[in-house]
Structure formats: C-alpha cells, structure tokens
C-alpha cells in the first residue's frame, strides 16, 4: 500500500510538471507582446511577399517571428525589445497597440508604405532608444506624448508627409542625439528648446514648410550655439527669411555640415564664420545673399543662384580639402584666382552664369579628382588648355557661351571618362574636328554648335557608341556626312543645320528621334523610311539639289531631276558647237518671248513665276469658300479677313484665303509687301504661300486675295489666352516643351528673315497672332502685311526725310523707338519677339489690365526673377498634365521640378534680353535661338535622363 501510495504521488507530480510547462509555453505565446504584434499585424492591408505570414504560427515562438527580437532581462519569460521591419514592402498603418510592447528599446519600420497617423500611444514606451519611422507615408502631427520616451536616443521621421509644428517638449527627452524630421510639411518655427540638448549631434530640419520671418524667430539659432555636440545642421529648403544672425559663427566647433540652402535668407554672409573650423559642407545656395565670399568657408561650399559679387578671394586656394565649390548664376567677376590648382581634393568646379572674364589658368589639369567642370555663360577668352586632358576623372565638361577661340585640343579627346558630356557650343572656336574625338566611346551629348570649325566632319565620331545627343550646326563644315554617322544606335538627336555640307544623305539608325539637315548643299533622294517617314520630326530647307521623300515635303520627283540633268549636258554640247549662231538666235527668241509674255500677263498673279505654284481664280476662290461664308470666316486682320475653303483638284489640302479689305487704308500697300517679302522666301518656320489674286468680283469691284496652307491648330494667341479650346472638356494648354519648341521655331523664322534669306526682312509686326500652328504643333510665323525688305529701309535712312513713312505695330509688342521714329530695324523686330517670349511663359499680355503706372510685361519680369519665378510663370505650367499608363489616356497632374522652374526662368532671361528698353542693349536673334537651343537641349536630354531612371 505505501509503495502504491508514493507511485501515485510521484505520478501526480509527474503530471502536473508536466501541464505546468505547457501552461508557462501557453502563457508566453499569448502574452501581451504576443498580442500586440498580432494587432499590428492585423493592421497590415497589403503584404504581397507575405513577410508577416510567420507571424501567429502556433509552432513559432514570436520571438522567432520576422523582424523580433527577444530578450529575458525580465526572468524567465522572453519580451520584446525591437521591432525591424527595414524595405518590406508593406502597406497599412501602425497599431495603437505596440504601445503594449513596455520592453521595447528599438522600433524601426521605414521604406514601407505605412500610412495613418503615429499612434500617440508610443509615448508610453518608456524604455525605447530608438525611433525610425522613414521613409513611409505617415501622415498627421508627430504625438507630444513622445517627449514621455525620456530614453530616447535617436528619433528620425524624414520622407513622410507629417504635418504641424515640431513638439518643443521634445527637449525633455534629454538623450536625443539625432533628431531628423526632414521631407515633411511641418509648419511654424524652430523650438528654441532644442538647445538644451547637451548631446544632440544631429538637427535635420530641410525640406519643410518652417519659417522664421521675424528677428526673434532667429533665436533658435543662439540656443542651438548651447549645444556643444552639433555636427549636422540641416534646415535647407524652408521658408526662413531675413539676415543671417552673427550667432552662426557661434554654433559648435565640431559643426562639419551647415545646410541654408533654398531659403529666403538675404543679406552678406557673416564674417567670423571661418572658426568652424571642422567644417566641410556650407550649402548656402538658391538664396538672396549678397557681398562678397569670405575667404575660408569650408570644405564644400555651396553658394549657387545668390547675388554674390567681386571676385573669388585668393584664399580660397589655402582649402586644400575643398570638395566642391559651385558659385553658379551668381554676379562674380574678374578670373579664376592663381592657386585654385592646388585644391587637390576638388570634385566639382561650378562657375556657370556669372561674369568671369580672362583665361582659364593653365595648371587647371592639376584638379585630378575633377568629375564636373561648369564654366559655361560667362565672359571667358582665350584658348582651352589642353592641360585639361590630365583631368582623367572628368565627366562632364560645360565651356559654351564664352569667347574661346583656337582650335579644340585633342588632348580633351583623350578623356575617357568623359561620358555625361561636352558642350563647347557658342564660342569663337576654329580649325578642324580631330579625328581623336573617336576616343570619347562613352559619351552621351556634343555639342559644338555656332563656332566656326571647317573641314570635314571625321567618321571617327562613329566610335562614340554611346552618343545620344550631337549638335554640330551653325559651322563651316563641308564634304560629305559620314556613312558611319549612320551606324550610331544610340543617336537620337542629331544638328548638321546651316553648315557647307554636300553630297547624299545617309541611311541613319532607327534610334534617331529628331534630325535637322537644314541650309546646307545636301543632294539626291530623301529616303522614304525611319526618322524620314515623320515631317515634324525632320528638318531640311535650304537644301535646293533635294529630290524625292515623303509627300508633304512637296520636293520634285528625282527622275525629274536626271531628266534636267541630260537635258542640260545636251545643251551643253550644242553650245560648245555652235556658240557664236546659237547666242544669237537664242538672244532673238527670248527677247521676242519676252515681250509676248508681258502683253500676256493674265488676271491671276503668280508670287514668284520661276516656280510652280497652284493657279486660282476668283471663281474658284468664291467657290472654295462657299461664297465666302460667315461659316468659313476664321479671322480677322487689319486690311481683311481670313477664310478657310477647299479647292476641287489644284490642291488636296484646305486652304487659308485672306481677302483684302480695299476700302481699308493701306490695304493695297499690305498686299504689295506681303508679296514682295514672301516672294523668294522658303522656310519651315514660314506660312508657305501658294498664290496670290488681283482680279475683279463677281460685282465688278478690285479684288485681291492670298492664298496659304491651312494651319489646323490656330494662332498661338488662341492657345494662351482663350480657354475655348477644349479636348475632352478638359482646356488644352500648351506644355513646357511645347512652349520652347513653339519659341524656337518662331526664333529660326527670324533669325532666317534676317540672316538667311535672299534679302533681309523685317516682320514688323510680331504678336501671338501672327504666330500658326500646323498639325504637328510646329509654329509658323505669318502676316507679312508690314514687312519691309532691308534694302529698302536703307534707302529709306539714306533721305532727308523719313516722316512720310508710316508705321504701325501693334501696341505692347511694337520696339518703344518705333513711337518716337519711323525707322525701323531688326532690333524692333527682336523686341516683339522678346516681348512674345514672356507672354509665353507667363501667360500674361503685354498690355494687361495689372500693368499700370509704368509698369510693364519686361519690368514685371524682370523684377521677380529668379527668386519669385513662381508667382510670375503661367500656372498651368506649374501643374503639367501626364499620360496615365493604366489608366487607358486618363490624365493627371504632377507638380512641376525646380530644374523645369530653372529653365523656364532661363528662357525668360533670354526674354529679357531681347525686350530690352534700348535697341543697343538687345542680344541679336541669332544669338537668342542658340541660348533657347541649349536651353531646350538642355532640359530634353535631363527628362529623358529621369525618364530612364524612373
């Protein structure tokens, strides 16, 4: 009995052992930190790759599960003490109940897509150290009740969307040495409280919406001086305005980056400020500081798009650890200063918009570490070094809009890392292209354009494989284009404009998106496939020996033109024969056909009777327009109106017919210098004509009338400014780049009238509505009712007396001299065009109802650029319209980048220019369409480049 007594003693403690260890296991999996990692689990919506799919297995200890850590500090059983969900793609929000988690030291979850609110309950973490909730889309304010984590070492929010002002009870978490709460839109202004932070290493406060508009709202930089740790100071990217305090310089000596950067912060950069001595990046760039740089300000130093002035000190050459230094768009002048070359560590050189002038120091090959090198829009001469080629790390290499002069050095051609580009476009450069620019095999864009290189274009450019980009035009090139140039994949913009080339054109890649052939002495067929299959993708005017292609080029057959040509060389012999018999008959002929002719002139005038353009009567013009009909009146002009028709069988396309208003005064006189002035003109960027007619109407009465192609997408002043236009009810508007191409086609059109044609004309009346727009959104200046040919102004200033000459522009666009004198000039015509410019992209008439008491369009511009760009450009353009991918042609908006804001503001300095009050002050046209050229180049090769890295 007793041993039978003890067995079952032994087995009840056997047994309850046993339940005891399962209960304790059972405890533990459904304890509080248990629980409240489910309840944050089941706060998830969106888990694809099922990160969270361990969490709950009954067999797995939660301390096993994905992103838990455990420790037993507390006894026996296990609590957690961090929680690391770091780039799971998760979507959701952050439960309440982690509050739960009273163990907890580390909570980091960023690069999710966490959204909802910071749960206010994390204040009772009290043992937390570590906050990381980055990179998310949490929304709301960040919770006061943090300042309870009195623990807490590291608190970083950055790159989410919080809102409201920064908790000032912060400070009581009197460990924080990190506070980063940057990319948010946080409000109001900086506590003042954070100086009490005697261990606070780190202040990232950029990219908000913080102020301090107020002398006192400044006082949170002489706190921050208490904090004798500081390291990284960020607070770029806000709304802070007024001087930069004296307190500063006062900020901890241990401070290594200063970032002020896109502010509102005017005034001179403080002296005093070289005594933080550890610093290595001062970044106080895209603000309104003005002086002079002090000569020891750090290791990369930063003061971009400011109006710093005088000259870079000499001292800036004892920065031996000098990273960066980029001064761009700023007022600097004089040179480089002698001992920039010992900055060793240099990486990049940025002195692009400002107005340095002499030479580039030679030793500037000593800067080995050299990536990016910007001296471009400046006033610099002399000739390139070719020390340059010993900067072998060189990337990228910006020298256009100077005045070098000489030759290209081949030793540039020798850096192999050159592969974001070189653009040497807009200088005084000669001599021939070195076939060593075939070495450049990783390059992406070269630019060259308007300097005066001869020669041949080398086949060696083939070599560069990777060339996206290759602008060669406004040069003296000749020869033949390369076959090889053909066999670049990669091409996709290419310029050969107004150059001395010949020859055929080559077969080009399917890559090619944009090819500019125009004004040289290229011959034979145009092929009819690829980029040649797209007229607004190609451009080749000015080439008379061109035969065949695409229709719309309306060129002549080829077999025409061999026909021409046998016919030619057989009346070559027969001259050769019997020269003295045949001058003489054909002498007799041709003044017998002469005068024929001009006793058989019919009714229907021909602008120009050595080409064959289309022969219509009134009749069939009355016909074509329905007997000119209310409903075919599409415009009205100042001596007549403008209809649309269409002609049986002349000509496939609809016609624009503008009816001279006879009665109206001058009317007569318009018709006669429309005609003289587009009589020999021939230009993409034009109003083709295709005939004119003097007759008499169906009432017996003077009728005169000119007839053009027909452009379906109206004037540009529609499309600005009459928001009848509608596509899918939604108002079409003109995008960015719509908006520069549509300004460097009108640009070429003058730059043409002007410098190219047969004989220089002045419009005289350039406005919006005179600008047309075809199918394909390509411009077309028209409306020659007031041009003038060169020749005749000058005969004109040659008289005694010019007040006989009438001349009215139209108010707001016409030059101011042309209201004190009647001599024109392509100074007055350049002003219009300016004046155009800023209408475009700021959406504003010259003669808006806003301009008063001497303010003008050029005056408003003027004084708000750059530093308020965006209270002047169109709105619209803020905004632009994207193509939904899924969405089947659905649109959106997206806010437009500060780099398209910057070339936006670029062209509108181009603008400026050209408006300038004084005719002398003006840039000329040629020199306005290259500066947009660059600038649209610009921003085309940069989208396509976020593009690719999107």
């Given amino acids: 009995m007793a041993l039978t007594f003890w067995l079952r003693i032994y087995s009840s403690f056997l047994l309850i052992l046993f339940f005891s260890q399962n209960f304790v296991n059972s405890s533990a999996q459904s304890s509080g930190d248990a629980v409240a990692l489910l309840s944050f689990k089941s706060h998830i919506t969106y888990d694809p790759d099922g990160a969270l799919a361990s969490w709950g297995n009954n067999s797995l200890h939660f301390c096993n599960w994905l992103g838990v850590s455990c420790s037993n500090e507390s006894g026996n059983e296990s609590r957690v003490t961090a929680l690391e969900l770091i780039g799971i793609d998760l979507a ?35 043992n937390l150290k570590l906050l990381i909730l980055s990179h998310n889309s949490l929304a709301g304010e960040i919770p006061h009740t943090l300042s309870q984590c009195s623990l807490l070492e590291v608190i970083s929010l950055k790159s989410n969307m919080l809102v409201g002002e920064i908790p000032s009870n912060l400070s009581l978490c009197t460990m924080l040495g990190v506070i980063d709460v940057s990319s948010n839109k946080l409000i109001g202004t900086i506590p003042t409280s954070f100086g009490a932070l005697k261990e606070l290493e780190v202040l990232m406060l950029h990219i908000n919406k913080l102020v301090a508009t107020e002398e006192g709202d400044w006082n949170f930089l002489t706190a921050l001086t208490n904090c004798s740790n500081l390291k990284f100071l960020g607070l770029g990217s806000n709304s802070l305005t007024g001087q930069l305090p004296i307190s500063v310089t006062n900020l901890s000596v241990q401070l290594k980056y200063l970032d002020m950067a896109a502010n509102q912060i005017y005034g001179g950069i403080p002296f005093g400020i070289e005594k933080l001595v550890n610093l290595q990046v001062l970044s106080l760039g895209m603000n309104h500081f003005s002086g002079v740089i002090p000569p020891s300000i750090g290791e990369l130093l930063s003061l971009t798009w400011n109006k710093i002035s005088g000259n870079i000190p000499i001292e800036i050459g004892n920065l031996i650890g000098l990273s960066l230094l980029d001064l761009e768009n700023n007022n600097l002048s004089g040179t480089i200063p002698v001992g920039i070359e010992k900055l060793n560590s240099l990486q990049g050189l940025y002195l692009d918009g400002n107005r340095f002038s002499g030479e580039i120091p030679y030793n500037i090959g000593n800067l080995s570490k050299l990536t990016k090198l910007f001296l471009d829009h400046n006033d610099f001469s002399g000739h390139i070094p070719s020390n340059l080629g010993s900067c072998k790390q060189l990337m990228l290499l910006r020298l256009q809009f100077n005045k070098f002069m000489g030759t290209i050095p081949k030793e540039i051609f020798s850096i192999t890392s050159l592969s974001l580009g070189i653009d040497l476009s807009n200088n005084l450069l000669t001599g021939l292209l070195s076939i060593d620019v075939g070495l450049l095999v990783n390059l992406e864009y070269l630019a060259l354009s308007s300097n005066k290189l001869s020669g041949q274009i080398p086949s060696n450019l083939a070599q560069c494989v990777q060339l996206k980009y290759l602008f060669i035009d406004n040069n003296l090139f000749q020869g033949n284009i390369p076959l090889s140039l053909g066999l670049l994949k990669s091409l996709e913009f290419f310029n050969l404009s107004y150059n001395n080339l010949s020859g055929k054109i080559p077969k080009f890649s399917e890559s090619l998106q944009y090819l500019d052939l125009s004004y040289n002495q290229l011959e034979g067929e145009v092929p009819q496939n690829g980029i040649f299959l797209n007229i607004s993708a190609f451009s080749m005017y000015g080439n008379d020996k061109l035969c065949g292609g695409i229709v719309e080029l309306k060129l002549q057959p080829c077999f025409m033109n061999k026909k021409a040509s046998r016919k030619k060389h057989t009346l070559t012999v027969l001259l050769a024969t019997v020269i003295p018999i045949t001058c003489i008959i054909l002498l007799f002929v041709l003044s017998t056909w002469r005068r024929r002719k001009s006793k058989k002139i019919p009714s229907i005038e021909r602008l120009d009777k050595d080409q064959s353009h289309v022969q219509v009567s009134y009749a069939e013009l009355r016909r074509a327009t329905n007997g000119f009909s209310s409903h075919n009146l599409i415009g009205r002009g100042s001596f007549g109106s403008i209809y649309i ?20 005064r001058g009317a007569s006189k318009s018709f006669e210098l429309e005609c003289k002035a587009l009589r020999n003109v021939r230009h993409r960027n034009l109003v083709r004509i295709l005939t004119s007619c003097s007759s008499i109407n169906h009432e017996g009465s003077d009728f005169k009338a000119l007839v053009f192609e027909y452009m379906s997408n109206g004037n540009l002043d529609k499309w600005l400014h009459q928001p009848s236009i509608f596509d899918n009810d939604i108002p079409k508007k003109l995008t960015i780049i719509q908006r520069m191409n549509t300004i460097i086609d009108v640009a070429s059109a003058i730059d043409y009238l002007h ?3 047969p004989i220089p004309i002045i419009h005289c009346d350039l406005k919006p509505s005179n600008v047309l727009l075809d199918e394909d959104m390509v411009a077309h200046v028209s409306d020659f009712g007031l041009a003038r040919l060169l020749i005749d102004t000058t005969k004109q200033s040659s008289q005694t007396s010019t007040s006989s000459i009438a001349f009215k522009g139209t108010t707001g666009y016409a030059a101011p001299e042309y209201g004190v004198a009647n001599q024109i000039s392509v100074e ?20 808006d109802e806003t301009f008063h008491e001497g303010l003008t369009l050029h005056l408003f511009v003027k004084a708000s650029l750059p530093e308020r760009a965006m209270d002047i450009v169109d709105p619209y353009l803020l905004l632009q319209e994207e193509d939904d991918e899924v969405g089947e042609g659905l649109r959106h908006m997206r806010v437009v980048s500060k780099f398209e804001l910057d070339c936006i503001v670029s062209m509108l300095k181009v603008g400026l220019h050209c408006s300038e009050e004084s005719p002398t002050e003006r840039i000329q046209i040629a020199q306005a369409f290259n500066e947009l050229y660059s600038i649209r180049n610009i921003f085309l090769k940069s989208s396509n480049d976020r593009t690719t890295h999107l």
């Avoid at 439960?95 to 999710?112: V, W, Y």
């Avoid at 503008?658 to 109206?664: A, E, I, T």
């Avoid at 007055?828 to 209408?839: A, T």
Wanted: hydrophobic share 35%; charged share 15%; aromatic share 8%.
């Fill in 92 to 126: 959701g929000s952050i439960s309440p109940s982690l509050g739960n988690l009273s163990f907890l030291q580390k909570l980091h979850i960023s690069k999710t897509q966490i959204s909802g609110f910071i749960p206010h309950e994390l204040g009772y973490l009290s």
């Fill in 645 to 664: 028709g269409n002609l049986d069988h002349n000509w496939q396309k609809s016609i624009a017919i503008k009816v001279l208003n006879l009665q109206q």
């Fill in 755 to 757: 410098n190219h044609g």
């Fill in 828 to 847: 007055g015509d350049v002003y219009s065009f300016g004046i155009i410019l800023l209408e475009l992209f700021t959406g504003r008439r010259p003669i």
